[in-house]
């Protein structure tokens, strides 16, 4: 958490992009096998890693999905690429690595997606039903002002070939828009898509002023309108956060000019 953190805020403390700075912090997590995005994501139920990943600037409401895409370690990234090309915003599957390649991001083999620790779990796991754990996100504000949010994940475990979840969709896992703020979500997608969490958080967050307290209606929304659990990390155009979960554990490193170095609050 403190390397993502540190990654995005080098870049921010140089006078970089915000959309820069979250693209950074999320490939630091996909590169870390602890987390289930990239390498180290959850099998789907045919044990192949399917990643999902969306990223968003908050000024002119640019963004970039990913779904169900095989064989690249750094989701974001490919996310990023669709968004600077600004044709389109969601790719899928062969569609989007296609696209990959025409953007010269490599395919990797995708044995060295899967780890041992994943292997093992989706054994054991045989037919029993899925659990969450693990997409990760960042949110930033540059010097500028700007917003920017990202999300990347392998889903849900044991998940349908082809299952697609909120961390590739606008407005359900990550939303940013600069004059409100920017938010990324964790949890049961299904549930996160029913409520279109991210840009109902950013409205809670318009309507309150206070990122703390939108945080929290936000996960409440989610649990009993969205019948799941699940987080989020939100920021506003302030540069105050919030942060609020239902599930069990939801590690966060938060980072600005005043702390001087990341705060991880567990
Ligand atoms: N929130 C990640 C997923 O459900 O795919």
């Given at each position: 958490?403190?390397?993502?953190a540190l990654?995005?805020w080098?870049?921010?403390s140089a006078?970089g992009?915000?959309?820069?700075a979250?693209?950074a912090a999320?490939?630091?997590?996909?590169d870390d096998p602890?987390f289930?995005a990239?390498?180290?994501?959850v099998?789907n139920?045919d044990?192949?890693?399917?990643?999902?990943a969306?990223i968003?600037?908050g000024d002119r409401l640019?963004c970039?999905?990913?779904?169900?895409?095989?064989?690249?370690a750094n989701?974001i990234t490919?996310a990023?690429?669709?968004?600077?090309?600004?044709?389109?915003i969601?790719?899928?599957?062969e569609?989007?690595?296609?696209?990959?390649?025409?953007?010269g991001?490599?395919?990797?083999d995708?044995?060295?997606?899967?780890?041992?620790?994943?292997?093992r779990?989706?054994?054991e796991?045989?037919a029993?039903?899925?659990?969450?754990?693990?997409?990760?996100?960042?949110?930033?504000l540059d010097?500028?002002?700007?917003i920017?949010a990202?999300?990347s994940?392998?889903?849900?475990a044991?998940k349908a070939p082809?299952?697609?979840?909120d961390s590739?969709?606008?407005g359900?896992?990550?939303?940013a828009?600069?004059s409100v703020?920017?938010?990324?979500?964790?949890g049961d997608g299904?549930a996160?898509?029913?409520?279109?969490?991210?840009?109902?958080?950013?409205?809670?967050l318009?309507?309150a002023?206070?990122p703390?307290?939108a945080?929290?209606?936000?996960?409440?929304l989610?649990v009993e309108e969205?019948r799941?659990?699940g987080g989020?990390i939100?920021?506003d155009?302030?540069?105050r956060t919030?942060y609020?979960?239902?599930?069990?554990?939801m590690?966060v490193?938060?980072m600005s000019?005043?702390?001087g170095?990341?705060?991880?609050?567990?």
């Open positions: 958490m403190r390397a993502a990654a995005g080098r870049i921010l006078g992009a915000a959309l820069d979250v693209e999320v490939r630091v997590l996909e602890g289930n990239g390498r180290g994501s099998l139920r044990g192949m890693v399917e990643l999902d969306s968003m600037e640019q970039g999905a990913v779904a169900a895409v095989p064989r690249v989701p490919l990023r690429r669709i968004l600077d090309a600004g044709r389109h969601l790719l899928v599957g569609g989007a690595l296609a696209f990959a390649r025409s953007a991001i490599a395919e990797c995708p044995a060295a997606l899967v780890t041992d620790r994943q292997r779990r989706h054994a796991r045989a029993r039903r899925s659990t969450i754990g693990g997409t990760v996100g960042a949110v930033a010097r500028s002002g700007t920017a990202a999300t994940t392998g889903g849900t044991g082809g299952r697609v979840g590739a969709l606008i359900c896992g990550t939303y828009e600069s703020g920017g938010v990324s979500c964790t299904e996160i898509i029913r409520v279109v969490l991210g840009h109902r958080t950013l409205a809670y318009k309507d002023g206070d703390e307290y945080a929290k209606v936000a996960v409440d989610l969205g799941g659990q989020l939100l920021l155009w302030r540069g919030g609020a979960y239902s599930t069990p554990l590690p490193a938060i000019p005043a702390l170095e990341p705060r991880t609050p567990f």
